[in-house]
């Protein structure tokens, strides 16, 4: 397997070149990781692959990047190019990969081939609610009663449901940065249409 390294150094098209594929877009991104002054810190240091972490730019501007699967590359950041690329990377992402090949070379290999046992919740946007990824295994015992066959939350609300996770303390349970904002924007769209109702009752 080539390393994201390598891969950025031969397959990047001329900036000139709009006729690009995704994996053009994502070399593009890689090389920009690579040639900017972009400064890189684990903000949760007892995860040293799988865990959030703070990009500088050359500008001072910090994004904070996810790193939930290496090998299914399951990420987040959260800067505008992410959000509307539709890549699911970015060179932030990027920088964050080549980091941690670079510092944790054997663990970084590890992630690549084996995945790891944490399990993350996320927003799925299809379905308008909450799911689980992981890499490995079927659902644990203990949460089942949250989350159905497709993985995906049983409640009809959300903020109550999580509250009863981060109650029962699951080590490898882990709640995704992208999560929050989906909740606000759920709240912003559930407070305008009782506007709306509350408006047209009147």
Known sequence: MKSPRNEAKTNVPSPHDWR????????????RAQTEQLRVANLDPQYPVFSNFKVRSGSGLDYQVEIRSISRRRFSCTCV???????GTCKHVESVLLYLEARHRKLFRDAQENGHGRIDIVPDFVSGTLRLERDNGDIPAR???FFDAESRLRH?????ALAQLQKAAIPELHISQDVAPWLLIRQRQEDRRRASRDYEQK
């Not at 190019?81 to 890549?87: G, K, P, V």
């Not at 009809?156 to 109550?160: Q, R, T």
């Open 143 to 145: 949460l089942r009663a």
């Open 156 to 160: 009809d609300d959300p903020e109550a």
């Open 81 to 87: 190019d992410f959000r509307i690329n539709a890549l």
């Open 20 to 31: 690009t594929s995704d994996d053009d877009e994502i070399a593009r991104r890689r090389q």
